[in-house]
């Protein structure tokens, strides 16, 4: 940047949020001298400098973001912030899962507040165009935007313009490579382990009861099947600067994802991801007190969604073929409740087809010297296609055979978001006063057009896809939410109308308030709609003190804490109870007479969940500002949290197993701390480092009914989950494994019932000589006991070098997938190699069987989660300037990455990063997709 230009950019550090940025500016006659832009933080309604901050937040900004393979912008940042678990998911487009200090709801999200727009869903977002972001932890920074917040809000800004143009190309091509594949046994070891099985469960096993090689001559492995190598490419262009009093930033880019789901053998899809977008900002000072703007956003997405074969390819038995020799169709496995995972991905096919349309509109009016009017209105529409074709499977027996299916679904979501806010500044001495009140509108509305047929012919084209070329028509359109007419197909409207304030105030600039308040009222909620959400945050700035003047150590010292709470209303509720008449119900004498039954027990009276939350921290900086510590200590509760409990079948209700209600309260609290240390060591090289640290104890603090509650996955009746006081949320419930079996008399003695050599060896747990459920016990949480992440880099002449990692210990995962055994599933290597087959043969895994008593939720299937991972790893180089110059070029800057290279952990599956969404299961490994390796070459291009 040439130093004429410097003085200007002083002026609005506004574009360098989160950003530390030292620039050179220099008189006409003297020499240069160095001037330090302030950091400003992005809050609620509004910016601050982060010197005068005295919430928790954590500040992201565009180099964060920039050259990572993610089409969603929050997986780049896995890793970088204290206090901020991000969990990713493999599917290709799919959103993330954030957990901020904890589990905030069972149910609900991290909100996005993107230029104005609340919304859950980024994956619209196009990385390139965010200049920063900011992570609001504690409730005290969430308060202001109250029932929209409770799971934790970041706040982004997308890019403006300014001054002269200036034009930016980036673009990378990379490789996607699924890693740590699960090594499962080959033919001739399943042909051996289903013989021994027979052996094991079969009373008087006949010769017909055993197989072998000679009859399955084939060795599959599925895995390489489903699986392919494929390809992610990103190019984006964009142009900022101003004409005249516009200043502009516009931006166009496409991303094509393939997937590693293996597409094109058969009719489907993949699992691919593409997204076209586009990005314009405008402002416009129409005078100096009126300044008006349009953020607009467009988006244009396709998702294929293949039928997922993992869980298929992890129980098909490697004997079989995927085609049929004698036929050349899809192998049917004859008397195996498998499906054959090639015909299920290939036969399957599914895509979801969006565009999105958000528009920011605002205008700024300054009056009365101090006073800021600022009006923004918010639309966000978007209308989601789906289709999902299902053939007549002509591999199967006819019995099995079924009518080809289709079925479409439109849905029409519309959202907006209206914000007035006044804002006051003034300074009187050494007081300075931001004040701030407001009002806010929300409203989201959802709805669905259903449509299913038989017998559509697909011809290889979506136009074939056409629900008036099938019979048998099904249509149902957008019904109440409490009418379940389809399953999955709803229409709903949730508002939320709002008041809020907040006053900042600080003395000197070293003794600082923050207080705010807001009042949310919800159509969610039937009784006690409004509610009333405080906070109050302090903090001292110790090294403006006098008797701070004369030490050379601290270049700040800041003391802060917080309080605030948060409602949370958007959860499902329903108001309605459902019934059905019954012909002749009621006898008055033999005259039977119509009646009335509640099919749907319903609470109309649900409550808010809240969320109270505490918050000190202590900030420093050190060494000429080089070494940056935050440490904090947070604690937060959950209460009155809305989840499914079971009610008793003696109900006769539908819903006996999901019966909504304020049903649990929780607790969330631990320590963080961040070290950020950057240095120029040369002329011509830096140096940076990066740690952070976040540990989480989170317990259970009230149960519906005063016990406890089992919810979740299960297995022949068996509830995996048990939500108890005490306990952490998600706590796995079962049999303590205490070895194996090695003879029949031992397990005999043991007062296990049925047992015999082989099998598990259930913990006594009550001492009574006795195993029977009251001897289950706690095995293990899927919430992790501490989340790290470290990086380093490196700038040396033209060339940069960054390196990243990230991990969690502590947790712990349920291996569903190797424990869902109803019959011939194969088995994974692991198995072979360990299991009992004989006296000393093992103590840590079990025969080879089918019976039920050893696949009874214990804790050999709760394995460890921890894992640490080489996040990415980028080296780039910079052309010369003066290379660059004579091409006319501002900047060209190469790079080679690696995302997700090497990941060290011991559980037996693909990944220890499990994404199911609902919190109460976050840590069950049910056919989840897996996170894969990325390798790509990139480019950064500025003229």
């Not at 300044?291 to 294929?304: L, P, Q, V």
């Not at 940076?688 to 976040?694: E, K, P, V």
């Not at 009574?768 to 289950?776: A, H, M, P, Y």
């Not at 569903?816 to 006296?839: I, K, S």
Request: aromatic share 12%; net charge neutral.
């Amino acid at each position: 940047m040439k130093q004429s230009n410097l003085k200007y950019s002083c002026l609005i550090a506004v574009l360098y949020f989160g950003m530390n940025v030292n620039a050179q500016t220099a008189r006409k006659d003297t020499t240069a001298k160095e001037q330090k832009i302030e950091e400003v933080v992005l809050i609620g309604y509004g910016a601050q400098k982060k010197e005068n901050v005295t919430g928790s937040i954590g500040m992201v900004s565009a180099k964060d973001l920039a050259d990572k393979p993610n089409a969603n912008p929050i997986s780049s940042i896995q890793g970088r912030l204290a206090g901020v678990n991000i969990t990713n998911t493999g599917t290709p487009g799919g959103s993330p899962r954030v957990d901020i200090r904890g589990v905030g709801s069972l149910t609900g999200k991290t909100v996005f507040i993107v230029d104005g727009m609340i919304t859950d869903d980024i994956s619209f977002l196009n990385p390139q165009d965010i200049e920063s972001m900011s992570v609001l932890k504690d409730p005290s920074s969430l308060a202001i935007f109250g029932a929209q917040a409770a799971n934790g809000a970041v706040i982004i800004k997308t890019k403006t313009g300014k001054g002269k143009p200036v034009f930016s190309v980036n673009s990378y091509l990379g490789i996607k490579k699924v890693t740590n594949i699960p090594k499962m046994v080959n033919s001739d070891q399943y042909v051996e382990l289903y013989n021994e099985k027979i052996k094991n469960d079969v009373p008087n096993p006949q010769p017909s009861d055993f197989i072998s090689r000679s009859n399955f001559p084939a060795d599959t492995n599925w895995y390489n099947e489903i699986f392919r190598t494929s390809i992610i490419n990103s190019n984006d262009f964009s142009a900022t600067g101003s004409i005249g009093k516009l200043n502009y930033y516009g931006s166009v880019g496409y991303l094509q994802d393939e997937g590693n789901l293996a597409a094109g053998h058969g009719i489907n899809s993949g699992s691919g991801f593409n997204r076209f977008n586009t990005k314009l900002n405008l402002s416009y000072k129409i005078t100096d007190n009126i300044t008006i703007g349009d953020n607009f956003s467009f988006s244009k997405m396709r998702t294929d969604v293949a039928q997922n074969p993992l869980l298929d390819a992890y129980n098909a038995p490697p004997i079989f073929s995927v085609m049929n020799p004698a036929t050349g169709d899809y192998q049917f496995f004859n008397g195996y409740s498998i499906p054959n995972p090639r015909a299920k991905l290939d036969l399957y096919r599914s895509q979801v087809r969006q565009e999105r349309l958000l528009n920011n509109i605002w205008g700024e009016l300054k009056f009365l010297k101090d006073f800021t009017f600022r009006i923004s209105y918010s639309s966000d529409r978007y209308n989601p296609s789906q289709y999902e074709y299902t053939p007549t499977m002509g591999y199967v027996p006819p019995a099995n055979q079924v009518k080809s299916t289709l079925i479409t679904r439109n849905f029409r979501n519309s959202n907006y978001v209206w914000d007035n806010t006044i804002n006051w500044k003034k300074k009187f001495g050494n007081h300075n006063f931001d004040i701030l009140a407001g009002f806010s509108r929300t409203r989201t509305t959802l709805s669905q057009d259903y449509w299913s047929a038989r017998n559509v012919n697909y011809d290889g084209t979506n136009g074939s896809l056409n629900i008036a070329n099938g019979t048998d028509l099904v249509h149902v359109e957008g019904v109440d939410r409490d009418d379940a007419v389809v399953s999955g197909v709803f229409q709903d409207q949730q508002r939320i109308e709002s008041f809020f304030g907040r006053i900042n105030y600080d003395y000197k600039g070293k003794y600082l308030v923050n207080a705010s308040i807001r009042r949310d009222a919800s159509s969610q909620i039937s009784v006690d709609r409004s509610k009333t959400f405080p906070a109050i945050s302090a903090g001292w700035v110790i090294s403006k003190e006098d008797f701070m003047s004369e030490q050379n150590v601290f270049n700040l010292l800041k003391l802060r804490a917080s309080y605030g709470e948060l409602g949370n209303p958007t959860v499902l509720r329903k108001f309605n109870s459902n019934t059905t008449i019954i012909g002749g119900g009621a006898y008055f004498g033999n005259t039977g007479y119509p009646a009335q039954t509640i099919t749907e027990f319903i609470n109309p009276n649900i409550g808010w969940e809240t969320t109270t939350g505490k918050d000190v921290g202590l900030e420093m900086a050190l060494l000429n500002n080089k070494l940056k510590i935050d440490a904090a200590y947070y604690d937060k509760d959950s209460k009155d949290v809305v989840y499914s409990i079971v009610q008793g079948t003696v109900s006769g209700a539908s819903n006996w197993n999901s019966f909504y209600t304020n049903a649990y309260s929780f607790n969330n609290r631990g320590f963080e701390v961040s070290v950020n240390y950057n240095t120029k060591l040369s002329e011509n090289v830096t140096f940076g480092i990066y740690g952070n640290f976040t540990s989480l104890k989170n317990e259970i603090t009230s149960v519906y009914g005063g016990s406890y509650l089992e919810t979740g996955a299960s297995l022949f009746g068996n509830s995996i989950v048990r939500l108890q006081s005490g306990q952490p949320v998600g706590s796995y419930y079962g049999y303590q494994v205490a070895g194996v079996f090695q003879t029949d008399a031992e397990a005999a003695a043991s007062g296990q019932p049925g047992a015999k050599a082989g099998w598990f060896k259930f913990a006594d747990q009550d001492g009574n000589g006795t195993i029977d459920s009251r001897d289950k016990t706690f095995l293990g949480s899927p919430i992790p006991k501490g989340t790290y992440g470290f990086g380093v880099n490196f700038n040396v002449y033209d060339f940069d070098i960054a390196v990243d990692f990230q991990g969690v210990f502590g947790n712990k995962i349920y291996n569903y997938n190797r424990e869902q055994r109803f019959g011939n599933e194969t088995w994974d290597l692991d198995m072979y190699n360990n299991r009992w087959h004989g006296a000393g043969t093992s103590n840590t895994n079990a025969m080879i069987t089918t019976n039920q008593s050893i696949i009874l939720p214990n804790s050999f299937y709760v394995e460890d989660g921890s894992y640490i991972r080489l996040r990415n790893v980028q080296i780039g180089y910079n052309l010369p300037k003066t290379f660059a110059k004579a091409l006319s070029i501002t900047k060209l800057r190469l790079y080679v990455s690696a995302q997700n290279p090497w990941t060290s952990f011991k559980y037996h599956g693909f990944s220890p990063e499990i994404t199911n969404t609902d919190r109460v299961q976050m840590g069950i490994d049910n056919n989840i997709y897996p996170i894969s390796a990325i390798y790509t070459f990139g480019m950064n291009l500025t003229f």
